[in-house]
């Protein structure tokens, strides 16, 4: 099934215990006189959060924002050139790992030595893993790689402040294939010169 589908029933079935629920609402005299509903917020004006626009008083819709969403790309590409501008070279692991692989170690002791000539620049170290396995497993153990970058860069002298962490486990891979070349590409820990 499709992310798409697995959304659209995710909805509907929100959609179904919203009209349930409010064909359940008791009416209930208050002490004022007043007639109330007895549902949590007895007598309460609805709420309204942030990024939401209340349609009706039962119906709440999720605002799209474009502007921050188009603000965020162009952060991305920012970054994505400031990285390579950078040469900075990415860590990477073995299978079921978060022990960074000794080839890597020399390149992100080059990585420290631009960091110290760099100060006024931070990082994101983005984790990621290969197609195998379940995706909450892949998100602990990406977070876990960029934690150890993020320990071998302090244990290098860098100021652990300028070093964020992330983790996109098995999404967002950089090779595609199906095979154990593609697969080493993608168990990396990503480095992402911040332009913010």
């Known amino acids: 099934m499709s992310r798409a589908c697995r959304t659209m029933g995710a909805l509907v079935m929100a959609g179904c215990v919203l009209v349930f629920a409010q064909g359940c609402e008791k009416s209930v005299q208050g002490t004022s006189g007043s007639k109330t509903t007895e549902q949590g917020l007895v007598g309460k004006a609805p709420v309204t959060l942030p990024g939401e626009e209340r349609v009706s008083d039962d119906i709440v819709v999720a605002k799209a924002e474009p502007e921050s969403a188009r603000q965020r790309a162009q952060e991305m590409q920012q970054e994505a050139a400031a990285t390579t501008g950078s040469g900075l070279q990415d860590a990477f692991f073995g299978f079921d790992s978060w022990t960074i692989a000794n080839g890597s170690k020399q390149a992100l002791g080059t990585d420290a030595q631009w960091l110290k000539a760099n100060e006024g620049k931070a990082l994101t170290i983005e984790g990621y893993c290969d197609e195998?396995?379940?995706?909450?497993?892949?998100?602990?153990?990406?977070?876990?790689?960029?934690?150890?970058?993020?320990?071998?860069?302090?244990?290098?002298?860098?100021?652990?402040?300028?070093?964020?962490?992330?983790?996109?486990?098995?999404?967002?891979?950089?090779?595609?294939?199906?095979?154990?070349?593609?697969?080493?590409?993608?168990?990396?820990?990503?480095?992402?010169?911040?332009?913010?």
């Open 132 to 196: 195998r396995g379940t995706q909450a497993y892949n998100l602990v153990l990406g977070e876990k790689r960029a934690k150890a970058v993020r320990n071998y860069l302090a244990d290098m002298g860098v100021d652990v402040k300028r070093l964020g962490v992330a983790s996109y486990g098995k999404d967002r891979p950089f090779c595609r294939e199906h095979t154990e070349d593609c697969y080493q590409q993608n168990r990396r820990g990503h480095l992402v010169v911040r332009v913010k």
